[in-house]
């Protein structure tokens, strides 16, 4: 006899998302067969505002798309901003932000990795994960002045410097962060209760995650190996590392990459300090922006895209940001096929979603 | 050619009927389908369809230009149906004619209570005179510019 399906409505809220998201499952039993997104709870037009803003006053509204990739959305659009004007900007200026960058990396994935503690109801590993993503909140208000938004971009440079006292402080912090997560990772990794939550849950096969478009720890996990700062947008080139991958393809996988990013993220703010040069921090950015220009970065959630289209005046034409939630949206359809229904919820949580990006 | 200044990425200006044949010779090349976006530019639409060699880290974009903007354009879901987000989202805020979308939100992704907001005010009136002539009837303010009747909670009346 065939099983009789329903409709079940999950979200906008739910005690496991931060953002609010609608997803209609489409229920044979306790087992999704199939699962509609519907999003538009909180579109701001941010990107239509560029019709109405100076190109330079569009960095700060453009960091204020979302709170915790703050730094990467600025950094994206200076960077093409920077691109269309042919501006070089200082070699210590692409340092200092690539270190802002992988502490931000770092402050988003321990966010991920308490929501997804929550998520499976383990009250104390998520409490440890916040614990510890407090030193990175501190070093990055001791740098910037800010915990999350750090308005530190501009075309041409960066506002703000990192000197040897805050450096030496970074350093002591990032190594405490790094014990303490090798304690806390024991749990996430080992621990039998949390295995049988994510350990075979949630697959997408390499094949599917190129075919729908996968990005970030997300593909990652399921063996691609593409990550955007191979392509050495400012201090990349001049650091050794390799993308971190698994061949898992489940929600255990995309923690471990995550968590072995974090680790990842530490090696490259020390590299990048140990041969971050003397120099300025910007250089002046005169005239108007005219062409057209794609860029990639590699946000903690994936691949962002950023579209400027710039008519030699202060008003952009058209300013684009495809956000790395919006591409694995597909890669949540997915996953939620043939999953049981208790799972929806952690399986949201997997692909880091962020809804604040995804709207803009 | 449109000036692209990233080293490795390049753009191709096509024709609209080239669009289902050059996407579907991607799809053979193993790329990524990466983005897709419309523009509203000079009076066209300008839609861009993205896609990545992820060994070779290069990113090649299709650059279509609409004159007529109540023109068909044909989706490319039948072939990336990971481009069911994109086209969804350029037909509501642009207010490019896509047609035969995988998944069809039918102009309601983002619940907005404005048609087209990306459209400048002259793109809407264009917009709206373009697809009274296209379907041969006197324009009225139900067309393409005007406000949804949308409910106070985000729903349809």
């Not at chain 1, 993220?265 to 300025?280: C, N, V």
């Not at chain 1, 790395?324 to 692909?351: H, Q, R, S, W």
């Not at chain 2, 609209?16 to 990466?34: I, N, T």
């Not at chain 2, 354009?73 to 037909?91: G, K, L, Q, W």
């Amino acid at each position: 006899m065939a099983k009789k399906r329903s409709v079940v409505p999950f979200g906008p809220q739910h005690p496991v998302l931060p953002e609010p998201i609608h997803l209609d499952l489409v229920l044979e039993d306790e087992k999704v067969v199939e699962a509609v997104p519907n999003i538009g709870f909180i579109h701001r037009g941010l990107e239509g505002l560029t019709e109405k803003k100076d190109f330079r006053q569009m960095t700060y509204v453009i960091e204020r798309t979302c709170g915790i990739c703050s730094f990467g959305h600025g950094l994206g659009y200076v960077e093409t901003i920077e691109n269309i004007m042919n501006v070089e900007v200082p070699e210590r200026a692409k340092y200092l932000r690539t270190i802002w960058s992988e502490l931000a990396r770092m402050h988003s994935h321990l966010l991920w990795l308490g929501l997804i503690s929550d998520a499976f109801g383990f009250e104390s590993l998520f409490y440890q994960s916040w614990r510890i993503r407090e030193r990175v909140l501190d070093c990055l208000e001791l740098t910037t002045g800010g915990r999350l938004i750090f308005s530190v971009l501009e075309p041409g440079g960066v506002l703000r410097d990192i000197n040897k006292d805050q450096e030496k402080e970074i350093l002591k912090q990032i190594g405490l962060v790094e014990e303490e997560l090798k304690e806390v990772e024991k749990a996430f990794l080992l621990d039998y209760s949390v295995q049988t939550r994510l350990k075979g849950v949630g697959i997408i096969t390499k094949e599917r995650a190129h075919e729908i478009g996968c990005c970030g720890p997300v593909a990652r996990a399921s063996g691609l190996s593409y990550d955007m700062r191979k392509l050495g947008y400012e201090a990349y080139g001049n650091l050794d590392f390799e993308p971190i991958i698994s061949n898992d393809c489940d929600s255990y996988a995309r923690c471990e990459v995550r968590i072995k990013e974090i680790h990842q993220s530490i090696d490259l703010i020390r590299q990048a300090f140990a041969k971050m040069p003397e120099g300025d921090l910007s250089v002046p950015v005169k005239g108007f922006p005219k062409g057209e220009c794609f860029t990639r970065i590699e946000q903690p959630r994936g691949e962002a895209i950023y579209y400027v289209k710039a008519n030699g005046t202060k008003m952009l034409d058209r300013f684009r940001l495809r956000t790395p939630t919006f591409a694995n949206l597909e890669g949540l359809c997915e996953m939620l096929k043939n999953c049981e229904y208790a799972d929806v919820g952690i399986l949201c949580v997997t692909i880091d979603p962020c809804i604040s990006c995804t709207e803009r | 050619m449109a000036e692209v200044i990233n080293p490795g990425n390049t753009m191709e200006v096509i024709p609209l009927e080239d669009l289902l044949e050059e996407v579907m010779k991607r799809k053979h090349q193993g790329l990524r389908f990466d983005q897709a976006c419309a523009a509203f530019v000079d009076g066209n639409f300008e839609l861009s369809y993205s896609f990545s060699d992820d060994d070779a880290y290069t990113f090649d974009t299709l650059r279509v230009v609409v004159d007529d903007l109540a023109r068909k354009i044909p989706s490319v879901t039948a072939i990336y149906p990971c481009a069911e987000f994109y086209e969804n989202e350029m037909r509501e805020l642009f207010g490019c004619q896509i047609e035969m979308i995988a998944l069809d939100y039918k102009d309601k992704l983002y619940r907005l209570n404005v048609e087209t907001p990306m459209l400048p005010e002259a793109g809407k009136k264009a917009l709206k005179e373009a697809l009274c002539a296209a379907e041969n009837s006197p324009c009225n303010d139900n067309a393409a510019g005007s406000v949804k009747n949308v409910s106070e909670d985000g729903g349809d009346k």
